[in-house]
Every structure is written in structure tokens, then in C-alpha cells.
């Protein structure tokens, strides 16, 4: 057995003045087990548990979402194409396939410029299709770096 993965994340989040950011961050709480079964013993970060709402979008190419916050606290995970994601303290990402973020930007302020939350779109010549987990907002809504470990 080899010491405990971790998985990468972009968090994007809001900060106590209202402006948005992102975070590189990772997931580390893995455990050597099975999921049950005979299943053999693989890592597994078993990261929460609850209601939630599963979804699959297909962003065309050319999208260009104007400023917004997350509805819900969410993970999305690139499953083809690529995509980014702007804040209002101009940080800009770009992910693609496999990459993995959490949209915890609620509660964001507008700032000088009319910009709230975050702006996302395609990148390149191909649709970017995302697979998206939306949590519970009593519980996640506003989420910072760090809260899912």
C-alpha cells in the first residue's frame, strides 16, 4: 500500500468583502477499504453524504455565461472539451477532461464594475460537457477552502 492519494480541486469561493476567488485544493482524506461487498480494498474518500442533485450540461461551443453565482453549492467535473471559470478578483482557470472544481461562490457582493460571483465559458472548438453534483445549501451554500477535509 502506498501513502494516501489525494485528488485536486479548484475551489471557487466567496471572501467576507463579497469578491469571489479560487483556490487550488486538495482532497486527503482517503482510507484503504472496500466499498462493500466482496469488493476489493481500493482508497476511498467518502466526502459527504445527503441529499443531492445529479446533472449532465453540454456548454456549445462559443458559450460565454455572463456574470453569476452558482445556484447551489456544486461539483462539477469535466467529462469532454474544455471550459473556464473567471472571479471577480480576475483570476481565470482553465480545465478540461477529468479536471474537477466546487462552485461555492454564493453570497458574492457586485463589485464597481457590475460583476458578481464568477463568469464561465468554452474554450476551444469543441462542446464542454460537465457533470454536475448540486449539495445542500443550508449546509454548503458558501463553502470555503478547506471544508472538505
Not at 474518500?45 to 458559450?63: A, K, R, Y
Request: net charge negative; glycine share 12%; proline share 5%.
Amino acid at each position: 500500500m502506498t501513502v494516501n492519494p489525494e485528488i485536486s480541486y479548484w475551489h471557487l469561493w466567496t471572501g467576507d468583502d463579497g469578491a469571489t476567488h479560487q483556490t487550488r485544493c486538495e482532497l486527503t482524506s482517503f482510507a484503504w477499504q472496500s466499498m462493500g461487498g466482496k469488493a476489493a480494498s481500493q482508497w476511498n474518500d467518502h466526502l459527504l453524504s445527503g441529499e443531492t442533485n445529479l446533472l449532465f450540461s453540454i456548454l456549445p461551443v462559443g458559450f460565454n455565461g455572463d456574470w453569476h453565482e452558482n445556484p447551489k453549492p456544486q461539483w462539477i467535473s469535466v467529462l469532454s472539451g474544455r471550459w473556464f471559470v473567471e472571479s471577480t478578483d480576475g483570476t481565470r482557470v482553465e480545465m478540461g477532461l477529468g479536471d474537477l472544481a466546487f462552485g461555492g461562490d454564493q453570497n458574492a457582493k457586485e463589485d464597481a464594475q457590475g460583476r458578481v460571483g464568477h463568469k464561465s465559458g468554452t474554450v476551444g472548438d469543441e462542446p464542454c460537457s460537465l457533470m454536475i453534483v448540486q449539495l445542500d445549501p443550508e449546509k454548503w451554500a458558501g463553502a470555503k477552502p478547506g471544508a472538505f477535509k
